[in-house]
């Protein structure tokens, strides 16, 4: 075939092909286009008169802000092939998206003479994967939402079993931003008024005085974030977030801070700077503060921290549940704590100022439980009776309400009278029975009386006078009685039940009938009586001392009796008191009242 034939073929082939074609003459300045077949001009709407001359740039139409660019551009200057996906627009101002194809032409000596390009209209392609891209985007948007939402809430169920879970303010703080970090924050600290100091959201007054708890994920800064929080407890004026949020009882979110706006919200003292210095080295880049709110009453400050991204009006949001959370947790533990206190008093009121008695020693105890702010029904007693003898006393009235300590301190007021009328153990413990389910007293309680008469006639002859004790029990647990030698054992039994009814080894008549359960007068108690040598302690207790939901009842005596056995009798009844709860009660979960009535028989008169 004649090239001049072939050359013919090829650019008719050329000029009829639906693929746009372009020469362009990288020798002339601007490597301007110099030719464009047919399917160029339909794609673009430009003629090639239109075009030629022209860099094929003006394609873009001002549009260069695209990274395949310059990936075009190194490609024309190392003289290679490459194709690129640019976004180019028609004469008429609709874009399109077009695959363009650039390869050189050499010359027989291998200069560059030409650029043969081949443009490709593939819109649609690019738009598929564009909707299919921004559709995958919003997808992991929202799952990313959802896990957030997930996390959120999963936090807010964390912090709540956390606060719950405690009834002191300081060691619920201490939870509440260990548990924020990192989950929600870099840094979290809570700013606490004190109780008088609390505000009503439009309460103006100064701040005053507060406590500040923080923790930061790294512990090499921890130091600087609470040496910041202290600062700005000291120095932060209206225009800080804490003061705001503590004297308005509204939230404020910082979208970011920068730290000229730092020391915009601080006094201009000396220690603006050193504060500003802190923040900065911290890297605190936007935070949130909201108040800790109970009963519409403002009692404190959580602020949350991260030291990149930006806090949202959803992190906000979370940061308002965790204060209204935290506030209800800090009203809680001080009223709990009032409430203690006050329960406390009234029981300790209740309790008796032990008389000094010839020839014993005293030591008592009563520990109320931590787990919940009620009285009990915990007593014990000890009198002087009109024969010379001493009348000693324990019980526990069933129940953790008022309505046990008014029934606790009406047996003791009314055992103190039949005691005192001279009765006999059994007889005071038969007629208090009796009175209870006539009167409608109370509904169960155990109670031990005994009445214990010491040998005078010894003393005054100075000898080791030994006393005489005479008990009736009322399902109450066993004396413990550790003699001179240093041998302890329970009196009458080797174990008790926790609710009155015989243990192992511990007759029904022993154990005797609770006071108030009936039955008494069809089987009367019965009456024990022992010698009390001289050195012998007597430990009367209520079953809080041994036993709880980690120590079995007969476990807990055995610890009782061994305990005793540590003791030095010449020591006293106060030391033995003292071993008793420190080695019973130390490290050990609390569940019910205590009381400890221990007594000394002395080996002369005082």
């Not at 050359?7 to 050329?14: E, N, P, T």
């Not at 010894?458 to 009736?472: L, Y």
């Not at 019965?526 to 001392?545: F, Q």
Request: proline share 6%; with cysteine.
């Amino acid at each position: 075939m004649p090239e001049w034939l072939d050359l013919q073929i090829r650019d008719r082939a050329l000029q009829a092909t639906g693929a746009c074609f372009t020469i362009t003459d990288p020798r002339q300045p601007d490597n301007p286009l110099i030719w464009a077949n047919p399917a160029f001009e339909r794609v673009t709407g430009y003629s090639l008169a239109e075009v030629v001359g022209r860099n094929c740039r003006f394609l873009q139409n001002g549009d260069d802000d695209q990274p395949a660019l310059a990936e075009l551009r190194a490609g024309l200057a190392a003289g290679r092939h490459v194709v690129v996906v640019l976004r180019n627009y028609r004469r008429d101002g609709t874009p399109f998206w077009n695959e363009l194809a650039i390869s050189p032409v050499f010359d027989p000596l291998g200069e560059i003479t030409h650029f043969v390009g081949v443009q490709t209209d593939v819109t649609e392609r690019v738009e598929a994967q564009l909707e299919r891209d921004r559709l995958f985007e919003r997808e992991r948007a929202a799952r990313g939402d959802a896990e957030r939402a997930t996390a959120q809430l999963q936090l807010l169920a964390d912090v709540s079993e956390l606060l719950s879970g405690t009834l002191d303010v300081g060691e619920a703080l201490d939870r509440l931003t260990k548990a924020v970090v990192p989950t929600a924050a870099d840094w979290c600290s809570v700013h606490v008024l004190p109780p008088r100091s609390a505000l009503t959201r439009t309460d103006s007054e100064a701040m005053g005085p507060r406590r500040v708890i923080t923790h930061h994920r790294d512990p090499r800064l921890r130091t600087i974030a609470e040496r910041s929080q202290l600062l700005q407890a000291e120095l932060p004026t209206a225009a800080s977030a804490v003061v705001q949020v503590l004297r308005t009882g509204r939230p404020v979110l910082r979208e970011r801070i920068d730290p000229e706006g730092l020391r915009a919200s601080l006094r201009p003292e000396g220690r603006a700077d050193e504060l500003v210095g802190l923040l900065e080295e911290l890297g605190l880049a936007t935070a949130v503060a909201t108040p800790l709110l109970a009963r519409g009453r403002v009692l404190g400050a959580l602020v949350m921290a991260r030291s990149s991204g930006s806090y949202t009006a959803d992190d906000l949001r979370l940061a308002e549940d965790l204060g209204r959370r935290a506030g209800t947790a800090i009203d809680n533990a001080r009223l709990y704590r009032a409430e203690h206190t006050v329960s406390e008093s009234l029981q300790r009121s209740l309790l008796p100022t032990i008389p000094e008695l010839p020839g014993l020693a005293f030591a008592a105890r009563y520990l109320p439980t931590a787990a919940t702010a009620t009285v009990g029904g915990d007593w014990f007693d000890v009198l002087a009776l009109p024969d010379g003898a001493a009348g000693v006393a324990i019980g526990d009235v069933m129940g953790h309400d008022i309505a046990a300590a008014a029934a606790m301190g009406q047996l003791s007021s009314v055992l103190r009278s039949y005691a005192w009328e001279g009765h006999r153990p059994a007889i005071v413990l038969d007629r208090l029975d009796r009175l209870v389910q006539g009167l409608e007293m109370a509904q169960l309680a155990t109670c031990l009386y005994a009445w214990i008469q010491v040998n005078d006639t010894g003393f005054a002859q100075g000898a080791a006078a030994p006393a005489f004790m005479r008990w009736a029990n009322a399902g109450h647990l066993p004396p413990l009685l550790l003699t001179p030698d240093g041998r302890a054992r329970l009196l009458g039994s080797t174990g008790a039940p926790p609710t009155g009814t015989p243990a192992a080894g511990l007759s029904s008549a022993e154990a005797g009938v609770l006071i108030g359960a009936g039955g008494a007068e069809s089987s009367p108690r019965p009456e024990l009586r022992i010698l009390l040598p001289a050195g012998s302690h007597l430990v009367l207790y209520t079953d809080g001392l041994v036993e709880s939901r980690d120590l079995d009842l007969d476990d807990g005596l055995e610890r009782l009796r061994l305990t005793a056995e540590k003791h030095a009798p010449e020591d006293g009844p106060e030391a033995l008191v003292d071993l008793i709860v420190d080695q019973m009660l130390t490290g050990r979960r609390q569940d019910d009242d205590v009381a400890i009535l221990g007594l000394r028989v002395l080996a002369g008169p005082d």
